[in-house]
């Protein structure tokens, strides 16, 4: 009985010892594959200078205790741009040498093109990106009559023409694919920002290369200091723009960034906005409704403060220090086809 129990106990110990042995090899095989690996990875001292000298020096030079009275981070440490925040020079310095380029979209469709687009292009000129290659895309159903406008070195205009819809609210919405369309086939390929526009809007002051980054929203003039709960989000389940809840209420007025998450923001839109029309459903602000969908799923890397696109008829002006670019004053009924 004991031989037996020792032979018994003699074979689990060699069993164990088999166990033990294998789990070693496999410990160490692993530990060669992984160091092998890890060796095949490039280091990132060898990573292009380009991707460090944009981002994260200029990122740390931000004063986000500069204005005291306004939200100057997200909760999620995106920066909000506000003035006194940021070193222009050093801003505008970082990019030039960089040699970046940025793509400026905007559509002047119908009326909109003699009402808006010359005072766009002109006041751009003095105060946009300045200093950077900028290259302006104009969309339109009317290319011939696109005035001709004096551009800075490095500065260039290119005139898309465009379908025009019968309703106003389409040509906003399909703006998206038409976006989207572009950058695919030609922006990418030149551009490594691109920045959307409406056309109804005039630049007064510095719209510089600190409003630059990998995913840029704007908050909205009306909103910013208002309540989660009077945000004017779409409350219809039935629509793919559908939200109970979100950080900001942004502004479709300007949106931005690296022209690969242009696209995919544009992309979303589109994608909901056709799917939507198959539903028999639109949303309540239109691509600005699906465009805050898409902020609240993807969160924006940066936002511009209310300076970047301010409307003159707010009365509590106080957070304000600089008047970038405004709101142009507007006759709706005279524009809109219908």
Same mark, same amino acid.
């Given at each position: 009985?004991?031989? #037996? ?6 074979? %689990?110990?060699? @069993? ?8 070693? %090899? ?14 095949? %990875? ?7 200078? =380009? ?47 960089? #040699? ?8 002047? /469709?119908?009326? !909109? ?19 950077? #290659?900028?290259?302006?895309? /104009? ?12 551009? =800075? ?35 990418? *390929? ?10 109804? #809007? ?13 995913? /840029?929203?704007?908050?909205? =003039?009306?909103? !910013? ?32 960034? %690296?022209?690969?998450? /242009? ?19 639109? =949303? ?5 409704? *699906? ?10 890397? @940066? ?9 003159? *008829? ?9 008047? @970038? ?14």
């Amino acid at each position: 009985m004991k031989r #037996q129990f020792f032979t018994a106990m003699s074979g %689990l110990k060699v @069993r164990r010892a088999g166990i033990f042995c294998c789990l070693v %090899l496999l410990v160490v095989g692993f530990t060669c594959f992984y160091s092998r690996y890890l060796t095949s %990875l490039p280091s990132a001292l060898n990573l292009p200078m =380009a991707s460090f000298r944009v981002s994260t020096p200029i990122i740390n030079t931000l004063n986000f205790r500069a204005r005291p009275v306004v939200v100057t981070r997200t909760s999620w440490k995106a920066p909000i741009m506000w003035e006194g925040m940021f070193d222009p020079n050093h801003y505008d310095q970082m990019y030039i040498k960089n #040699q970046t380029s940025v793509a400026v979209t905007v559509f002047a /469709v119908g009326r !909109y093109l003699d009402a808006y687009l010359k005072t766009f292009l002109t006041s751009a000129e003095k105060h946009l990106m300045l200093g950077l #290659q900028v290259t302006y895309y /104009v969309f339109t159903d009317l290319p011939e009559n696109v005035t001709n406008i004096k551009l =800075a070195p490095n500065r260039n205009l290119k005139v898309i023409k465009v379908e025009k819809h019968g309703r106003w609210q389409d040509i906003s919405m399909m703006r998206m694919k038409t976006i989207s369309d572009a950058i695919e086939s030609e922006i990418r *390929h030149h551009c490594r920002y691109v920045f959307c526009f409406d056309v109804d #809007q005039e630049f007064k002051g510095r719209f510089g290369s600190e409003a630059l980054g990998d995913s /840029v929203a704007l908050l909205h =003039a009306w909103f !910013y200091k208002l309540p989660n709960n009077t945000f004017t989000y779409d409350r219809n389940p039935k629509s793919k723009a559908f939200m109970q809840a979100g950080d900001y209420y942004y502004h479709a007025a300007i949106f931005g960034g %690296l022209s690969e998450n /242009v696209k995919n923001l544009t992309d979303y839109c589109y994608s909901s906005i056709m799917e939507d029309k198959l539903n028999n459903v639109e =949303a309540l602000w239109h691509d600005e409704s *699906h465009l805050n969908k898409y902020f609240w799923l993807h969160k924006p890397s @940066r936002l511009l403060s209310p300076e970047y696109c301010w409307d003159p *008829h707010i009365i509590n002006n106080s957070d304000i220090k600089v008047t @970038r670019l405004i709101w142009a004053p507007k006759n709706y009924k005279a524009l809109r086809m219908r």
